[in-house]
Structures are given as structure tokens and as C-alpha cells.
């Protein structure tokens, strides 16, 4: 059994108190699909980025990010992992992260964040 823990908001970049997770944790079972859902109202906000942390590290680690409907991944983060939404919107924002299927390499902290466009 997986557990993936979200925590709802990363310092620095974003906004965090403008920014809503789907979930505070989450336990799963090894091969489910994982969808995490991260919503905010904020107009002018047409990126949304995640970042893993691997448990009882500090490092923060970009998985991707969306540009209005366009997602990028980090390349180690491009087998197993999608991101996706459509930020062009100007009512509420939301978009999502899906883990195709959940590992336990997968246990971590999962954060969005949201920004201007880039
Ligand atoms: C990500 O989404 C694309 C398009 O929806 C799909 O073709 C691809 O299989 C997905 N990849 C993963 C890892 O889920
Ligand atoms: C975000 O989208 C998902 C899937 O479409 C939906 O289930 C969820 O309720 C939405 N969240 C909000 C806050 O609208």
C-alpha cells in the first residue's frame, strides 16, 4: 500500500493561500491511477507547477508545470506522471496531476503552485 501525502502550498513562487488540493493525503494501492486536483481563482495565474518531495528529503523537485493547457515535464518526471488542465479559463482554475500508476517510489509530498504566465 502507497501513501501519498499533498500538502497544500509551497513558499516562494506562488500563491499558496489562493491555492486548493483535492486532497490533504491520500493512500492508495500499488498499479491505481492517482489524479490530484489543485484548484485556485486567481485570473492572471496561467501556471500551474508541481513539485515532488521524496519523504525525509528537503529537495524540492519540479515535476512540471501547465501553460494554460500546455503541460512540460521534467524529464524525469516524463514516464509515469501527467499534468493537465486548462488554465486559460477565467473562472475557477483547475487542473490536475495523474500518476498513471502508483508505485511506492511514488511515497512524497506533492505541492502545487501557481504563477503568472511565464
Ligand atoms: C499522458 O497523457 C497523454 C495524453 O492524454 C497520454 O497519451 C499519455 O499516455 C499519458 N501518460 C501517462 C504517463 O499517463
Ligand atoms: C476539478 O475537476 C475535477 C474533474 O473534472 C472535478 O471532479 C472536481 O470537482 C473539480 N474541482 C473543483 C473544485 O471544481
Redo the contacts with the bound molecule.
Sequence with gaps: MNLIFILSCLAGVSLCFEVHQSHSDLITVPGYKVQI?C?YDKSDYRVMLWYQRPPGDTAMNLIGYLNFKDPTMEEKYKEGFNISGDLSVNT?K?ASLTITAAEEKHNAFYFCAASRAQ
Design positions: 486536483f484548484t475557477l483547475n
